[in-house]
């Protein structure tokens, strides 16, 4: 599943800033929900990471992602940011060419190999 960046629309998944207090499986965790409304159960360990820069206050900033999956179970029926982005599911070969940043799709155009 991918969704929409709220200001440039393409394509990536959930993620934000640390949550202050929280492992960092667990802020991911708390991300998917309130930007594409599914849950699940998340691993403790991560997969890789990738960078994007995204624009702060007018300013560009490097940003190092941490990425964990998460097993979907469920997406509930309204979420925080539900309207604001779109939800889609791909196929792994679609999702990695669906995606602009190229760490983010060999991760998951390998998510199968990363996983067993």
Known sequence: MLITSRETKRWVIPKGWPAHGLAPHDSAKNEAVEESGVVGRISERSIGFYHYTKLVLGAAVRCKVEVFPLEVETQLASWLEEGQRHIQ????????????????????????????
């Open 89 to 116: 599911w791909f196929e792994l070969q679609e999702a990695s060419e669906a995606v602009q940043e190229p760490e983010l799709s060999a991760i998951i155009r390998d998510l199968a190999a990363l996983l067993a």
